[in-house]
DNA sequence: TTTTTTTGGTACTATATAGTACCAAAACAG
DNA sequence: CTGTTTTGGTACTATATAGTACCAAAAAAA
C-alpha cells in the first residue's frame, strides 16, 4: 500500500536541470488531506543524545561501508529519528563528516603522538612507543580515520595535512628528541635523527598498516604487536650504535 | 551479420531489478520529428584506438579528481565520442574501472617487484631496489594505482589482495631471498629474512608514501630519493650486521 | 553508386540520494 | 487542562549519473 504511492512518486520527478522553476510549485497549502507526518511511538531523546546516537550509526557505517558509501537514509535508519535531525544537529552530510573525523581525530591523533621517555632506556622508550603507534593505528578507529583521510584527499585536502601534521608527523618530532638526547649522551650515531624517526615510525608501519587499511587482516593482537616491534626496534637500535 | 545481432542484444539488456516498468514508456515511436543524432564532424576512430583514448581520458581523470570522482560523462566529454562507446568496449563504469586498473597494475605491479641481485655486493643491490621501489611507488601512476585500490576495498576485496601480493608481497620476497643469501655468507645475522625484508619496505616508503598518497606533495626527484634510501640502506645494513 | 554496417551525438529512462516542507504527535510550559 | 514548542515520520524536490534508445551521418561493403 505505501510502496505503492511512493511508486507513484518516483515516476513523476521528470523536469531535471534546474530548469525556470515552475510556477506550480505547491510550497504546501491544501496539504491537509494528504496522511503525512504518521506516528511517533518512540520516546523522544535528548539533543546529546541524538547527537551522539547519530555520530556512532555513522562511525559504524563507516567502518562496515567505507566512508564514501555513507548516506543520510542508512545513518537516520540505524540511528532513528527523522532526516531533520541530521540537518539540525549537523547541518547537513558535509557537517556530519567534518563531525565524524573530528571525534576520531581526537580519539586517535594524540595517542600516535603519545609517549614519555625514560632517560636511561632508549630501547624501552622506542618500544613503548612503537607499540602504542602501531597498536592504535592498525585499530578499528585508526582505520577509519586512515580511510576518511585517504577518501577525501581532493575535497579537503587540509584534513589531509593535519592528519599528517599532528600524527605521524608530530610523533616523529617527539621521537627526534629522545634520539637527540640519546646521541648526545653518545648511545648513537646518526646524522638526522628526525629522517631517523621517521624511518623508524615507517617501519613500526611496516605491513600491517597497509593490510589493515586494505582490509585483508583483523587488528593485531597485543603479542603480535610485541614481538614485531621487538625485532624493528633491535634492528633500528643496532643499526644507529656507534661503531 | 552476426556482429549485428550481437549489438541489438547488448542494446536490449535493460529491465534490472525486475522493477514495475510503467506503461507509457514510449519505447520509440512518434520520433521522427524530434532532431536527434545531429552533426557527427570528426573522424571515426578504430576500436583501439577509441579503447585506448577512452583509458587514457580514464587515467587522467583519475590522477585529477581522484577514482571516486570518475564519471562516464566526464569521461566521454574528455575522450570524444559517444557514451556507448564506453558500453561496446568496457562494458559499462565498472568494466572500464577494471580495465584501468588492469592497466595500471601492468605497469606498476612488476616494477614493484623488480630487481637483480649482486652477489658481491648487498648494498648496491638494496640501493637499487629501493630507489627503484620507491621512485614506482610515489610516480602519479603508483599513487593513482594505490588509491584506486584504496577506494575500491569494499567493492572489491580481491584487487586489494592482489595489489599486496603481486607488489609488496613479492618485492618483500625477492629481497628476504637476497637476505638469506647474505646471510648464508655471513655478511648479515637475522632471524627472520622475510621480516627483516618487509622492515625494509616499510622504511623505505617511510613518510614519503603516506605524503604522496595524501597529495601533499609533488614526486620526490631521484636526488632526493637517492639520499634517503642512502640513509635507510645505511641503518639497515648496519643494524643487521653481525657482532 | 547504392546498400549495409558502424558509430557519433543526443534524448531519454531509471535510480540514488542530498536537502526541504510540513503534519501530527509528543513533550513541555503555564 | 490548554496552548506552545519540539521532533519523529513522511512526502516531496532537485540533481547527478549509470545505462538505454535511436537518428543520421560516416565508413565500409557490394
Not at 513523476?12 to 496539504?31: F, L, S, V, W, Y
Not at 564514501?68 to 527523522?82: E, F, H, P, Q
Not at 541530521?86 to 581526537?106: H, N, P, R, V
Not at 625514560?118 to 593505528?137: H, P
Request: proline share 4%; hydrophobic share 40%.
Amino acid at each position: 500500500m505505501v510502496l505503492f504511492g511512493t511508486l507513484r512518486i518516483r515516476q513523476r520527478n521528470h523536469k531535471r536541470k534546474g530548469e525556470i522553476m515552475p510556477q506550480e510549485k505547491r510550497m504546501d497549502g491544501t496539504a491537509g488531506q494528504r496522511t503525512r507526518g504518521a506516528a511517533p511511538k518512540t520516546r523522544r531523546l535528548s539533543a546529546a543524545e541524538r547527537h551522539a546516537t547519530l555520530l556512532q550509526a555513522a562511525k559504524e557505517l563507516s567502518i562496515e561501508q567505507g566512508v564514501t558509501a555513507l548516506s543520510l537514509d542508512a545513518v537516520i535508519k540505524r540511528a532513528g529519528g527523522s532526516r531533520r535531525s541530521i540537518y539540525t544537529e549537523f547541518g547537513g552530510k558535509d557537517g556530519l563528516q567534518s563531525a565524524l573525523m573530528a571525534e576520531i581525530s581526537a580519539e586517535i591523533l594524540p595517542a600516535l603522538a603519545e609517549g614519555t621517555a625514560q632517560e636511561d632506556d632508549l630501547r624501552a622508550t622506542l618500544k613503548r612507543f612503537a607499540c602504542n603507534l602501531l597498536s592504535t593505528l592498525t585499530s578499528a578507529r585508526g582505520i577509519i580515520l586512515s580511510r576518511i583521510v585517504l577518501q577525501g584527499v581532493f575535497s579537503s585536502p587540509e584534513q589531509a595535512r593535519n592528519f599528517l601534521e599532528q600524527g605521524p608527523g608530530k610523533g616523529a618530532r617527539l621521537l627526534a628528541k629522545w634520539l637527540e638526547a640519546a646521541r648526545a649522551r653518545g648511545e648513537i650515531e646518526a646524522r638526522d635523527c628526525l629522517a631517523a624517526a621517521n624511518s623508524f615510525i615507517g617501519m613500526v608501519r611496516g605491513n600491517l598498516y597497509l593490510e589493515r587499511v586494505l582490509q585483508l587482516r583483523p587488528p593485531p593482537g597485543e603479542e603480535e604487536i610485541e614481538s614485531y616491534v621487538d625485532t624493528v626496534v633491535d634492528v633500528f637500535l643496532n643499526g644507529l650504535r656507534p661503531r
